[in-house]
C-alpha cells in the first residue's frame, strides 16, 4: 500500500481566538514551497500469514502557484522509497507522481479524476464555524489508491471514508506550542466488480486509521502528525492482504536555493581540490554533481578506491549543506550481450552504492537520502566510444531546492 502521505497539505492555517473557541482555515501565499517528510514502518500479511515489513519513507515536495478567494493551487511532487525494515542502507527510490490541485480554505480538494495524488483527500476538513476545546465532528473525505501494476486497474482506485475529529487542545511539542487534533475514520467498503482489472482485483477494504495532528500555533502551519493504521483487502480470487503499521510526519519549510551561488561554491571546491571527473550545474530540481565513469570491482557492489575518495570529498562539500536533501541517481552505459534489465538493476546498484557511502561517513541522514536507477537512459555521450561509456557511467547528486 506504500506509504500514507497524511499530513495535510496545508499553506498556512489562521486560528484567532473567540470568547474560548478557535477558528481554523487555511490561508495560501502564491510561491510558497514546503516539503512534507512522513517515515513509515509497515508489515504486510497475506492470507492471514506475515510475508514482509517495509520502513518507507514519503516526501512530497509541494508550491503553490496560483491563489483566489480562500483557495489555494499546489504543484506537488509525491515521491515514495523504500528499504528492509530495520536497515541502515539508503532508501531505495520506488514511485513518483506529479500532481496539481486547488484547496479550498477549510481543506477541501478539488482534484482532476484522472490523478492518483493526494492519497487521502479532504483530510483534516475544519467545520464552518468556531471550535470549541473539546469539541467533535464529522465530515466526508476519501483515499485514492493506484492499483495499476499489482491489478491491471487503470484508472484512480477510490473509495468514501467518514471522519470523525476532535480539537483535544494545546500542547507543546518540541518548544513548539500546538493546537492538536484527533483524526480517525474506520472503512468498511464494499466494491463493484472492477472495470478494466485484468486479473484479481479487490472486492472489499475494510480498517480504520487513528491519527493525532499538530499545528503550530504562532507559525499557523501544520507542525507534524501520526497515524497508525490497519486496512484489510479482500479480492475476487478470495485471498486476502493486510497492511497495519505506523508513521510519523513532518511539515519542512522550504528555503530559497541560490542556484547560481550554490553552484559557483561548489564549483570552486571540485577545482580547488582538483577532484576529477566530477561537475556542477544547476538543475530545475536544485543543483546537480554529476561523477563520471563510476565503477565497482568484479562480482562486488563495493566502490573501487578511487570512487570512495572522491565521494569522500563531496561529503566534505555537501556537509556545508546541511538542511537540505539529496538526490542520487545512477545511470550506465550501452554495451553488447546486455538486456535492459540489466541496465536497470547496474544503474541502480551505482546510485545505492554511492548512496549507503555517504551515508556511512555522515554526510546526511538516512532520511535526507533517496536513491535509483534509471538504467541507460539520457547518455551524455556516444556509446560507440570508450569517452562517450565513461561519461554514461555515472552517479548524479541533486542537492534539492524543496
Not at 110 to 138: A, I
Not at 182 to 189: A, D, G, L, P
Not at 249 to 254: F, K, M, N
Request: glycine share 8%; aromatic share 10%; charged share 25%.
Amino acid at each position: 500500500m506504500k506509504g500514507r502521505l497524511l499530513l495535510c497539505l496545508a499553506g498556512t492555517v489562521l486560528l484567532h481566538q473567540a470568547l474560548s473557541a478557535d477558528v481554523f482555515r487555511f490561508a495560501y501565499t502564491k510561491g510558497e514551497k514546503y516539503r512534507i517528510v512522513s517515515q513509515v514502518h509497515e508489515s504486510v500479511y497475506v492470507n492471514r500469514k506475515f510475508d514482509h515489513e517495509s520502513d518507507i519513507l514519503d516526501k512530497i515536495a509541494v508550491a503553490v502557484t496560483d491563489t483566489r478567494v480562500n483557495a489555494g493551487n499546489h504543484s506537488a511532487v509525491f515521491q515514495t522509497s523504500e528499504r528492509a525494515s530495520g536497515s541502515q542502507e539508503t532508501y531505495q527510490w520506488s514511485e513518483q507522481y506529479d500532481s496539481t490541485f486547488w484547496r479550498d480554505d477549510r481543506g477541501a480538494y478539488t482534484v482532476d479524476d484522472s490523478q492518483f495524488m493526494p492519497m487521502v483527500r479532504d483530510v483534516p476538513l475544519f467545520p464552518e464555524g468556531d471550535v470549541q476545546q473539546g469539541q467533535s465532528w464529522t465530515a466526508r473525505g476519501s483515499e485514492v489508491h493506484d492499483f495499476r501494476a499489482n491489478f491491471g486497474i487503470d484508472a484512480p482506485f477510490r473509495f468514501p471514508i467518514t471522519v470523525s475529529y476532535t480539537y483535544v487542545g494545546r500542547e507543546t511539542r518540541d518548544g513548539v506550542p500546538c493546537a492538536v487534533f484527533s483524526i480517525e475514520y474506520e472503512i468498511f467498503h464494499a466494491v463493484p466488480p472492477a472495470a478494466g482489472a485484468s486479473r484479481m482485483y479487490p472486492t472489499r477494504v475494510a480498517g480504520s486509521s487513528r491519527q493525532k495532528f499538530w499545528w503550530d500555533i504562532a507559525g499557523r502551519r501544520p507542525f507534524a502528525d501520526q497515524e497508525s493504521f490497519d486496512f484489510l483487502y479482500t479480492f475476487n480470487t478470495g485471498d486476502e492482504v493486510e497492511y497495519t503499521g505506523q508513521s510519523d510526519g513532518r511539515l519542512v519549510a522550504a528555503q530559497p536555493l541560490d542556484r547560481g551561488q550554490v553552484t559557483g561554491e561548489i564549483k570552486k571546491e571540485i577545482d580547488n581540490q582538483h577532484i576529477p571527473g566530477v561537475t556542477v550545474k544547476p538543475t530545475d530540481e536544485g543543483v546537480t554533481i554529476t561523477l563520471e565513469n563510476v565503477n565497482f570491482p568484479p562480482n562486488s557492489d563495493n566502490l573501487l578506491p578511487a570512487e570512495q575518495d572522491k565521494l569522500r570529498r563531496i561529503g566534505d562539500i555537501l556537509r556545508k549543506y546541511p538542511d537540505r536533501d539529496i538526490a542520487i541517481t545512477g545511470y550506465t552505459a550501452r554495451a553488447a550481450g546486455y538486456t535492459e534489465d540489466d541496465y536497470q538493476k547496474l544503474s541502480e546498484q551505482r546510485g545505492r552504492a554511492a548512496a549507503n557511502f555517504l551515508l556511512s561517513i555522515g554526510a546526511r541522514r538516512p532520511d535526507q537520502v533517496t536513491a535509483r536507477g534509471l538504467g541507460a537512459s539520457s547518455p551524455l555521450g556516444d556509446n560507440a566510444t570508450e569517452e562517450g561509456r565513461r561519461l554514461n557511467r555515472r552517479v548524479e547528486i541533486t542537492i534539492l531546492e524543496n
